[in-house]
């Protein structure tokens, strides 16, 4: 069982900068990959980016990848999803999520939401222009 907590969400103006992170509890949770998705209101939850099992394999959307990095640190049980440059269509609920059918990201990382079985309550991001 994994539980993830995401915080770091907030009112920011455009041209801002967030630093999102999602908090693991499960001792297993190193061993899974990681993902991000959001959600504004009226939209379906789209992929932002994820990060395999020891963070040697990450990819952010290709939308997004100029302005977002993600990152991992396994000794604090955490996942990182720095966003710079904050546009207002930008805001929405932020959503890490844990895959662990996989063999932990090593060669694929998958942008489905479907293949994701363990999720946050998610955290509001708001860019304000």
């Not at 907590?5 to 907030?10: I, K, Q």
């Not at 103006?13 to 499960?26: N, V, Y």
């Not at 504004?40 to 980016?49: D, H, L, Q, T, Y």
């Not at 293949?115 to 946050?120: A, H, L």
């Amino acid at each position: 069982q994994v539980h993830l907590v995401e915080s770091g969400g907030g009112l920011v103006q455009a041209g801002g900068s967030l630093r999102l992170s999602c908090a693991a509890s499960g001792r297993t949770f190193v061993e899974y990959a990681v993902g991000w998705f959001r959600q504004a209101p009226g939209m379906e939850r789209e992929f932002v980016s994820a990060i395999s099992w020891n963070g040697s394999n990450a990819y952010v959307d290709d939308s997004l990848k100029d302005r977002f990095t993600i990152s991992r640190d396994n000794g604090k049980m955490s996942v990182y999803l720095q966003m710079n440059s904050l546009k207002p269509e930008d805001t929405a609920v932020y959503y890490c999520a844990a895959e662990t059918r996989s063999d932990g990201g090593r060669y694929y990382l998958t942008s489905y939401a479907s293949d994701y079985d363990y999720w946050g309550q998610g955290t509001q991001v708001t860019v304000s222009s």
